[in-house]
């Protein structure tokens, strides 16, 4: 195996465990007891104590309903070292697209633990961890029959049974994970076993169609790289054999079987509508937010974990807007799994650490240690990129977000040598400002590191100065900041278009200009216009704008029509600094990051701004600024 195919394995593995294999003294230096009970955001000593040092691994298959059987760890907490305590222990579990352990890449990681902070402070706390492949995975028989299929999520119900009446437990399980082994959490708890106790999704999805298809636009990279990452775990760079399996047999005849596993970016090329059926796949089944009825009937505790720049941090906060059951919710600074700042990483996994013990020890232990008495929401507001502040909130949005107008004029910033270089003001525009005119040119991006690339990427996520995409682009800025301007919540752009052909996509960025003229990513949107239609979400939406985007929801824009696309930006906390500007981008490609569409290299975009077409951008800032 080359270099470059190791180096995108191994990254498949922290992105999708979502735990990079990396030391976070802070976290385990909390573990140690103390006379004082301390039990707050990020602190966590005293409730409980470390009561092991080691632990035990064990593999084996279990059979499901249908005779598929699934590979799985069992990790035991262990004063020795070689046998397991002769205890009755809470256990918490992950139910894992990818290898149920990493010993593939390093033979010395026995198990999912060997490679964790946060799992071994669970074991040595008192608590079992298990980790299984989902069928058609690693070594687990059966076929991968599409994400979040119906057999994948009964066998959740059958896994939980099954370990909720070993002897070595207690009766009470939870689950841990991020991404995929995120969303197979809120899977699990749609299926109502009463001995799944809590969950803390990480990174995990509400909504897969509007990740893989926002606005009807097709993110068809960041699924392909997946699927190859996830055919090569599946058929090349296998999982090791589980412990019963001596000869190696059972390992070679469950792999044979994954050939013939679902083709992801095949069928997903092909679910272009949110109404696309199947014979292995519909929205309405293979997606954690079609569950949403089932998964609030059990009320299963939830802790819902994500990062401002994550893939999936809207869909965190739609999760926190419809979930039934008792929950919490921290977003931190942080994207997916990459990073290009150490600090992001100890910051993240030092709160995760202690979160999850907190969460757990509450709910699958009893110990009353308050952390349902604090407030429902923890947030970090991001400043220049470099350092974030924790804030606390009971709603989401914060109450405190006021909604703040700033409208596109053709007036000029003086800011940057663009196609137009428009302006943003508090005040609407007059008649005088109509419009700015924009050739469409596909080759702008927002580049091969950004959060959609970084999901599954290669490297740390960098965005850069984006001026030299501004350049190509619509652009419209503020004047400099006269004070710091702190935004929390989700960003709506509000565009009148016309133009020369019959659809178009229309990406939006929101950027921070600092004083040098860098111009910084903080969020985006994007949008096909002909889905542009808004109709009631089947869901709490926040009051956000929801296309269906359903087969027959296509209206071609007609030459020369002026039509509204309103399009919710990704939340966000940051602060815009004094000094700095606000700016808006308005592109209609992302060359590296979505499928473009075959449009003429002719087609002009007209983006109004005048009394009657008045775009502008909704900014939820904490106090309004003044005209």
């Known amino acids: 195996m080359s270099r470059r195919l190791q180096r995108i394995v ?36 005293g409730y409980s104590k470390p009561q092991f040092k080691k632990w035990v691994v064990q593999s084996q298959y279990i059979k499901m309903r ?56 669970l074991v040595r706390h008192g608590y079992a961890v298990t980790t299984v492949g989902v069928r058609g995975s690693g070594v687990s028989f059966g076929r991968f029959e599409g994400l979040f299929s119906p ?81 090569m775990l599946d058929t090349k760079m296998t999982a090791v054999k589980v412990d019963t399996d001596k000869d190696g047999t059972m390992k070679k005849s469950a792999i044979a079987g994954h050939a013939k596993n679902w083709k992801v970016f095949e069928e997903y090329s092909k679910a ?32 819902h974990w994500n990062g401002f720049l994550d893939i999936f941090v809207a869909d965190a906060t739609l999760w926190y807007a ?12 942080w994207p997916h799994a990459v990073f290009h700042d150490r600090r992001f990483i100890a910051e993240r996994f030092r709160l995760m ?25 923890h947030y970090a507001i991001l400043d220049e990129g470099k350092k974030w502040q924790w804030k606390t909130a009971k709603q989401w949005p914060p109450k405190s977000s006021i909604a703040q107008t700033f409208y596109f004029s053709g007036k000029s910033s003086g800011s940057i040598k663009s196609v137009n270089d428009g302006s943003l003001h508090l005040a609407k525009p007059g008649d005088s400002n109509k419009h700015s005119k924009y050739k469409v040119d596909l080759t702008t991006t927002t580049g091969k590191s950004s959060r959609w690339d970084n999901a599954v990427g290669q490297g740390p996520l960098r965005y850069g100065d984006m001026s030299e995409n501004d350049r190509k682009s619509l652009t419209f800025t503020t004047d400099t900041l006269k004070y710091n301007v702190t935004a929390t919540g989700h960003p709506i752009a509000h565009l009148y278009v016309s133009s020369s052909a019959a659809d178009g996509h229309f990406h939006v960025l929101l950027e921070e200009v600092d004083e040098n003229g860098v111009s910084h990513y903080v969020t985006e949107a994007v949008l096909r216009a002909s889905k542009r239609d808004v109709i009631k979400a089947p869901w709490n939406n926040l009051g956000l704008p929801f296309q269906r985007c ?32 606000i700016r808006v981008t308005v592109m209609c490609a992302d060359k590296d990051n979505t499928k473009s569409l075959p449009i003429s290299k002719d087609a002009e975009v007209f983006v109004h701004h005048n009394s009657q077409h008045a775009s502008k951008l909704i900014l939820p800032v904490q106090s309004k600024q003044k005209k």
């Open 322 to 333: 419809n979930y039934a059951g008792p929950q919490k919710m921290g977003i931190g600074p």
């Open 550 to 581: 359903n087969k027959q929801d296509n209206k071609p824009l007609k030459k020369g029509e002026v039509v509204l696309l309103r399009m919710d930006l990704h939340p966000i906390a940051v602060v815009f600094n004094k000094g700095h500007r």
């Open 272 to 303: 272009k509508f949110r109404d696309t059926v199947s014979k292995d796949h519909s929205w309405s089944i293979h997606n954690p937010a079609s569950r949403l009825t089932d998964i609030n009937r059990a009320k299963v505790p939830a802790y």
């Open 10 to 45: 191994l990254t498949a593995f922290i992105v999708f465990s979502c735990f990079a294999n990396v030391a976070i003294t802070q976290g385990q230096n909390s573990t140690k007891a103390t006379d004082n009970k301390i039990s707050e955001f990020g602190k966590y000593s």
């Open 66 to 121: 249908d005779g598929v059987k699934l590979a799985i760890d069992v990790i035991r907490p262990s004063h020795d070292g070689k046998t397991p305590a002769d205890v009755k222990v809470p256990v918490v579990w992950t139910h894992s697209r990818y290898h149920r352990n990493q010993q593939a890449m390093n033979p010395r990681s026995k198990s999912m633990v060997d490679s964790r902070p946060d799992l071994q402070r």
């Open 151 to 231: 057999n994948e999520t009964k066998d959740a119900y059958e896994v939980i049974d099954w370990l909720s009446k070993q002897p070595w437990c207690d009766g009470n399980v939870g689950m841990f994970g991020g991404s995929y082994l995120g969303m197979t959490q809120y899977m699990a708890a749609s299926q109502n076993h009463p001995a799944l106790k809590a969950i803390f999704p990480d990174v995990a999805g509400f909504d897969l169609y509007d990740l893989l298809y926002p606005g009807g636009v097709f993110r068809g990279d960041m699924i392909r790289h997946w699927d190859k990452l996830t055919t």
């Open 353 to 377: 650490t202690i979160e999850q013990h907190r969460w757990f020890d509450y709910w699958l232990k009893g110990i009353d240690n308050g952390i349902m008495k604090e407030p429902p929401i």
